[in-house]
């Protein structure tokens, strides 16, 4: 769970502790009110149906206390699912009134939308193609031009958050990656298939690896190799490293990335194809 959505349920809560507190005091009148207005029959009636409510209140409340605590993102959805099916059956009366309760499910579905995203974060080398991968994505074509990236930049569409880094474990990245602890990452480690190292890649696998336990185990790991024309290497000595980097538990495949270079050899280059390798939708 992201600070950010820790800040929204503890924000939640206090609303909802506020709306039973004046629930409970809503009872009490009505209780004195049929003391002095003997209309016991009434009163008694408006007693249960607060009552009722004040349970439902509590029951949200309980459950997002549970969600708090969540790292699993699939359980935190399905008590999510509950909480919003339970605020959904609160009807409004003078206490919980219908601003309250459109300010409930705005909430709620915030928290929804937060444990939806996924984050795409490259990795890799100076000069690999993390930016020309990011720009792929961003607007579906090859960005012939070099120009270093120093800082961060995101981009965000839809469930999906990108982030093109300046690459391996430099200061910029480490904090921005520190920064996404809780989130469910997909880390993208981009290398350059002309400049092939077996031990670095290796290396660098298991670097992103061991930080997947900082991540609650929410980090996905995948290879993307680059310049494949460049790499002057055989269709069946790229397929050979594919394997040899997927053997690794990583998915992996290997691009030319500009679709005016070695034309018999393109996975599908789009926005669309290039996201749904990353996010493991087209296996
Ligand atoms: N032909 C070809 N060029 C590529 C490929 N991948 C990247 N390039 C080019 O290589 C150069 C470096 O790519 P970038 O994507 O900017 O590299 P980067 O990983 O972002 O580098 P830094 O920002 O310095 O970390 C650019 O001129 C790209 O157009 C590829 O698969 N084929
Ligand atoms: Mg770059």
Redesign the pocket.
Known sequence: MTAECVKLINNLIDDLNSMSIMNVIVTAVSFFGSLFGSREEECRREIECIEAKLAKLKEIITLLEILREISSNDDAMKILKKIISLSNALTPNAIVNTEKINNLRTKLEKISNLLKQITILFN?N???????IFNWLINNEF???????IKHKKFEKDDVIYY?T??AMKEDTEELKRNLVGRRVVAVY?FDISKYNQDETMKYIQMLKNQNEKFDNKLEIVAIG?????SKYTLLEIQNLQNHIRYQGVRCRI????PQ?KKDFHPELSNIAIQDFILGKNE
């Open positions: 890799g100076t000069g690999a193609g993390k930016s020309a960005k012939e031009s070099y120009d270093a990236t093109d300046s690459g981009v680059t310049h494949a024309n460049k691009y030319e990335l500009n270079e």
